[in-house]
C-alpha cells in the first residue's frame, strides 16, 4: 500500500494543494474569507445545483439504458460479439469538445433532427444528458457484465426451481450479487458527469455550467484564481462527501459470491424475450452509440480525403510537428499510462482486498476515486506549479503526461479488480499456504487465474482513459508531443474549414486507433471456446 500512497501524494495531493494555495494565500496571507464570498454568490450557487443534478440525472439514465447491454454482453452469445464490445467503449475515448460537435450535429440547429423532423435539443439540458450517456454507456457494461458473466446462473436457476419466477430470482439473487459493481459503475458515472467539461461548454452554451467548466472560465478568461480555487474546493469536498457516503452506505457482498469460467454461462438467446432484448440492445447501440460516430467520419470526409493528407504537414505555428504525429504521442503516453495505472491500481487493490485490512486502508479505497471528482484542469496547473524544482523537475520530461494520464486510470483499475479480489474464497489461499506455497505462489496459483479476466478489462479502461484524456493533458503537453484530443481541440480553436476538417479526421483516426486496440485486447482476453 506505500506505492500507491506514496504516488498519489506527490502526483495528486502535492499538485492539488499547490493550486490552491496559489489562489488563496496572497503575501504570505491566507484568504479564507474568499470562500464564503464566492459560495454566497447567486452565479456560483446556481452552478452548483445544475452539476450536482445533471450529474444524478446522467447516472440514473445511464444505467437504464446500459444494464440491458450489461446481461446481454455477461448472457448472450451472438456473432460479432467481440467487435460490439469495441464499438461500445470506443466513446468512452472520445474528446469531449469532439463528441459535443458531434452531437451538435446531431441535435442542433441544421442538424439531423432538425432535418428530418424539425427539433433541436442543443437549448435543452437533453442534449447534454445524452452525450452523458453516450460516453459512460461502457462504464456500466464493462464494470457490470464483467462481473455478470462470471456469476454461476445455477443460483439463480436453483431458485426459479424452488418457484420462484424469473424476476423474482434475479431479484433475490443475482441483483445483490451485482449490486457492488452496479454501485462501482454508478459512482464512477456520477463522478465523470459531475466534472464535465467539454460536452457542457458546447453544448451548454451560456445557459448550463458546471463546476468544472466554471473553473477554467475562472482560470483561462477571467484570470481570477482565487476563484477558482475557491471552486477546486468546493468540487474536492463534494467529491469526498460522496465517496464517504458511499463507502458507509454500501455494503459489499463479493465474499459470497461463486465466480464460474464465463464461457459456461453465455448461451445462444433462447426464446423471444431474449431475442427482442438483443435486438433492443443493438437497436440503442445503432442509434446512440454508432449514429454520432458516423456523422464525425462523414464530416472527416467531406472534402474527400483532403483532410487526411493534410494532417501529413506542419504548419510551424500551433503545430510545431504534423498533426499526425500525435497519434504516435498517444500510443506511446497511453502505454506507459497504462504500465503505472495498472501497477499501482493492482496494488492498492490486494492490498484493500485482505481480509486483515485495517481501517486506514479501508479509508484509502474511497480516496482513490478522487482523481474522478477534482478538476483535471486543476490538476495539469498543479502540475506546472508544484513540479517545477529540483528534486522533483519533471516540466520538460515526457513522462509527465502519463503520469496525469495515470491518475485517471488507476480508479478504474482498482474498481474493476477489487470485487473479484475479494470473492476468492480466503480458505483458497490459506490451504496453498499451509501446502508451502510462498505469499507469490498463492498469488500466481490462486488470485491470478481468478482476475486474469478483470486485470485485462483494467488495463483495457486505463488505455482507454489515456488515450483520450484531456483536461490536464492540454495545459502539460509540449508543442512538439501533442496528444491527440490536444491536437483535436487546437485544430477546432482555429477557424476554417481545413482546420475543422483536420480535427474531424484525427477525431476519426482516434476512433479507428482505440477500435483496433480494444479488438486486439477481446482476442486477448478469449480463448477459443469464448471467453476466460
Not at 442542433?108 to 437549448?123: F, K, M, S, Y
Amino acid at each position: 500500500m506505500l506505492v500507491p500512497v506514496a504516488f498519489f501524494a506527490v502526483f495528486f495531493a502535492w499538485p492539488v494543494a499547490a493550486i490552491v494555495t496559489r489562489g488563496l494565500k496572497v503575501d504570505g496571507v491566507w484568504r479564507f474569507g474568499r470562500i464564503a464570498e464566492v459560495v454566497g454568490e447567486s452565479d456560483i450557487r446556481h452552478v452548483m445545483w445544475f452539476t450536482t443534478w445533471q450529474a444524478l440525472a446522467s447516472t440514473a439514465l445511464t444505467l437504464l439504458v446500459a444494464l440491458p447491454a450489461a446481461y446481454v454482453f455477461a448472457r448472450l452469445d451472438f456473432p460479432g460479439k467481440q467487435v460490439l464490445r469495441a464499438v461500445v467503449t470506443v466513446p468512452f475515448v472520445l474528446p469531449t469538445v469532439v463528441v459535443g460537435t458531434a452531437f451538435l450535429a446531431l441535435v442542433g440547429r441544421g442538424g439531423l433532427l432538425d432535418e428530418l423532423w424539425g427539433v433541436r435539443l442543443d437549448t435543452t439540458v437533453w442534449a447534454i444528458l445524452l452525450a452523458h450517456v453516450f460516453f459512460n454507456y461502457a462504464v456500466v457494461v464493462r464494470t457490470v457484465g464483467g462481473l455478470w458473466a462470471q456469476l454461476d446462473p445455477r443460483q439463480e436457476e436453483a431458485a426459479r426451481m424452488l418457484g420462484d419466477s424469473p424476476l423474482g430470482a434475479w431479484r433475490k439473487v443475482t441483483l445483490p450479487a451485482l449490486a457492488p459493481a452496479v454501485a462501482a459503475a454508478a459512482l464512477m458515472v456520477f463522478l465523470f458527469t459531475f466534472t464535465s467539461f467539454g460536452v457542457v461548454q458546447i453544448l451548454g452554451g451560456p445557459t448550463f455550467s458546471t463546476l468544472e467548466v466554471e473553473i477554467y472560465r475562472q482560470t483561462s478568461e477571467i484570470f481570477d484564481l482565487s476563484t477558482a480555487a475557491v471552486l477546486t474546493i468546493v468540487q474536492f469536498v463534494a467529491v469526498g462527501a460522496i465517496l464517504a457516503v458511499h463507502a458507509w452506505t454500501v455494503r459489499r457482498r463479493e465474499s459470497a459470491l461463486r465466480l464460474v469460467d464465463p464461457s459456461v454461462t453465455a448461451r445462444r438467446p433462447r426464446g423471444a424475450g431474449q431475442w427482442a432484448l438483443l435486438g433492443g440492445v443493438l437497436a440503442t447501440v445503432a442509434v446512440l452509440l454508432v449514429l454520432p460516430l458516423a456523422v464525425l467520419v462523414r464530416r472527416s470526409l467531406d472534402g474527400g480525403f483532403g483532410y487526411y493528407r493534410a494532417l501529413g504537414a506542419a504548419d510551424g505555428g500551433t503545430f510545431l510537428v504534423a498533426p499526425v504525429q500525435s497519434v504516435v504521442n498517444s500510443l506511446e503516453y497511453a502505454v506507459a499510462a497504462t504500465a503505472i495505472a495498472v501497477v499501482i491500481g493492482g496494488l492498492a487493490a490486494a492490498a484493500l482486498a485482505r481480509r486483515d485490512a485495517g481501517r486506514l486502508v479501508r479509508g484509502f479505497d474511497a480516496l482513490l476515486m478522487l482523481p474522478l471528482g477534482v478538476s483535471a484542469v486543476t490538476v495539469g496547473f498543479g502540475f506546472l506549479i508544484a513540479l517545477d524544482k529540483p528534486p522533483l523537475d519533471l516540466r520538460q520530461s515526457w513522462i509527465l503526461v502519463p503520469l496525469a494520464q495515470a491518475l485517471v486510470g488507476v480508479p478504474f483499475v482498482v474498481r474493476t479488480m477489487l470485487p473479484v479480489l475479494r470473492a476468492v474464497d480466503e480458505r483458497l489461499r490459506e490451504a496453498a499456504a499451509v501446502l508451502g506455497a510462498s505469499p507469490w505462489r498463492v498469488w500466481r496459483e490462486v488470485d491470478l487465474p481468478m482476475v486474469r479476466r478483470a486485470l485485462l478489462v483494467a488495463a483495457g479502461f486505463a488505455f482507454a482513459v489515456s488515450l483520450g484524456e484531456f483536461g490536464a493533458t492540454v495545459f502539460i503537453a509540449r508543442p512538439d508531443n501533442p496528444t491527440l484530443p490536444v491536437a483535436v481541440a487546437r485544430l477546432l480553436s482555429r477557424p476554417g474549414d481545413l482546420n475543422y476538417g483536420q480535427a474531424m479526421a484525427l477525431s476519426t483516426i482516434l476512433m479507428v486507433v482505440c477500435a483496433v486496440a480494444l479488438l486486439v485486447l477481446e482476442r486477448l482476453r478469449t480463448d477459443r471456446t469464448g471467453e476466460f
